[in-house]
């Protein structure tokens, strides 16, 4: 499977963790995993963060995206903070750079098992002007530190190619933006994205269960004209 949920919980929620366990619950056969960012951390603290990745499919990638950017003692001190409470992925900004700081992040990566993603650009409008120049010496960042894989915009899918044409097979492509921000479910998987985020469009359906599945049958569908 293709599709990673993310757990940003809407306002007025209610009961955050009752909301997430939900949502984990609904969707937990068409997710390959899911991601949980600053936002439900806030909201229920890293306790509920641990809560919600013991409700999750074993099988499943459970992404902490933090947006880590920070040196390399601080990274790793929340990535092992992370690790403990469950999480097996973690996303930190490339602009950081190598030294002193991924460097130190991707050994403590390595040291405790966490897969590490490293975020080259975003899905919003203002990246194309400000990240996406930088997009070559970003990809270079997550290269030199052997990062499991890249975060690239779903919204942009030629950026999506750029990626993949310079990272080649060895690296994970995860790529947000799908349903709210504008993207088609399938749009990056075509453009070379190994994993499309969606969010909003599932979480805040009627139906999550249903929504995930058509997302899945969309990217399908898209996969099969692009590669026929």
């Known amino acids: 499977m293709t599709l990673i949920v993310a757990l940003d919980p809407p306002p007025n929620t209610g009961d955050p963790l009752e909301w997430g366990a939900r949502i984990i619950g609904e969707t937990g056969t068409a997710a390959s995993g899911f991601k949980v960012g600053l936002p439900l951390l806030l909201k229920v603290g890293l306790p509920g963060l641990e809560r919600l990745a013991s409700l999750m499919p074993p099988e499943s990638l459970k992404v902490a995206d933090l947006k880590l950017a920070d040196i390399g003692p601080v990274m790793s001190s929340i990535a092992e903070a992370l690790a403990s409470a469950g999480y097996d992925a973690v996303i930190a900004h490339g602009f950081v750079g190598t030294e002193g700081a991924l460097d130190e992040l991707a050994d403590t990566c390595r040291s405790l098992g966490l897969k590490l993603v490293v975020l080259v650009s975003m899905s919003h409008p203002a990246a194309s002007r400000i990240m996406d120049p930088l997009l070559d010496a970003l990809l270079e960042e997550a290269v030199k530190v052997d990062a499991w894989g890249v975060v690239v915009p779903a919204t942009r899918p030629e950026i999506v190619a750029r990626a993949r044409r310079r990272l080649g097979a060895g690296y994970t492509i995860?790529?947000?933006?799908?349903?709210?921000?504008?993207?088609?479910?399938?749009?990056?998987?075509?453009?070379?994205?190994?994993?499309?985020?969606?969010?909003?469009?599932?979480?805040?359906?009627?139906?999550?269960?249903?929504?995930?599945?058509?997302?899945?049958?969309?990217q399908r569908e898209a996969v099969s004209r692009c590669r026929a």
Do not use: N
Not at 179 to 194: K, M, N, R, S, Y
Not at 195 to 215: H, K, M, N, Q, W
């Open 174 to 218: 995860l790529s947000p933006g799908v349903g709210a921000q504008g993207a088609e479910p399938g749009a990056a998987l075509c453009a070379g994205a190994d994993y499309e985020i969606v969010g909003r469009r599932i979480t805040r359906s009627p139906s999550p269960r249903e929504e995930a599945f058509l997302v899945l049958e969309k």
